[in-house]
Antibody, heavy 119, light 108 residues
Framework: QVQLVQSGAEMKRPGASVKVSCETS????????VHWVRQAPGQRLEWLGW????????KFSQKFQGRVTITRDTSATTSYMEMNSLTSEDTAVYYC????????????WGQGTLVTVSS | EIVLTQSPGTLSLSPGERANLSCRAS??????LAWYQQKPGQAPRLLIY???NRATGIPARFSGSGSGTDFTLTISSLEPEDFAVYHC??????????FGQGTRLEIK
């Protein structure tokens, strides 16, 4: 069965960086995409960006362009999301989710990773 | 960026009743609208994609309708496990993908 398993909770200081992993299984990683979405307390779901599991192409929300990097390791069928210059407003649960290459329909989700930014 | 507005913010109903949740887009998203269910402490789960297509394993009591800018998720007869937060999401002309602010469906 399809599974996306994310790395554990992180606590960071303002100005630091965080890297979250998303290990996938049960489907053809290189024939699908991985999206990253976050949910801050009391806020709506917010899309950060996307990586093509096959060729590594990425797309980002303009809000996060330049501050978020999304990569993948095809041999490990894992995607990574790194965010730098963290502030308290980046405190949120970060999710990865899979879709096919063309349609951004988020069919399977990871369990979420809580990132807390506090001094 | 397309803004999605969901209404109502909170809907209070009893098991067995019918629920209608609304999602309105700031511009046409054609039929490219999805619905997700989220329970406390869990990730969202895909229910409906492209307006009216149920995802694998989703019960027939969930249905979607609409087009352009106005969409509805209907739950025909509420089961206890249906009380959750529901999010709509558009994928027309992405990036970015955008989500509504959510509707909380609570037990009356």
């Amino acid at each position: 069965q399809v599974q996306l398993v994310q790395s554990g909770a992180e606590m960071k200081r303002p100005g630091a960086s965080v890297k979250v992993s998303c290990e996938t299984s049960g489907y053809n990683f290189t024939a699908h995409a991985v999206h990253w979405v976050r949910q801050a307390p009391g806020q709506r779901l917010e899309w950060l960006g996307w990586i093509n599991g096959g060729n590594g192409d990425t797309k980002f929300s303009q809000k996060f362009q330049g501050r978020v990097t999304i990569t993948r390791d095809t041999s490990a069928t894992t995607s990574y999301m790194e965010m730098n210059s963290l502030t308290s407003e980046d405190t949120a649960v970060y999710y990865c989710a899979s879709s096919d290459m063309v349609a951004a329909i988020l069919g399977f989700w990871g369990q979420g990773t809580l990132v807390t930014v506090s001094s | 960026e397309i803004v999605l507005t969901q209404s109502p913010g909170t809907l209070s109903l009893s098991p067995g009743e019918r629920a209608n949740l609304s999602c309105r887009a700031s511009q046409s998203v054609r039929s490219y609208l999805a619905w997700y269910q989220q329970k406390p402490g869990q990730a969202p789960r895909l229910l409906i994609y492209d307006t009216s297509n149920r995802a694998t394993g989703i019960p027939a009591r969930f249905s979607g309708s609409g087009s352009g800018t106005d969409f509805t998720l209907t739950i025909s007869s509420l089961e206890p496990e249906d009380f959750a937060v529901y999010h709509c999401q558009q994928r027309s002309n992405w990036p970015p993908i955008t989500f509504g602010q959510g509707t909380r469906l609570e037990i009356k």
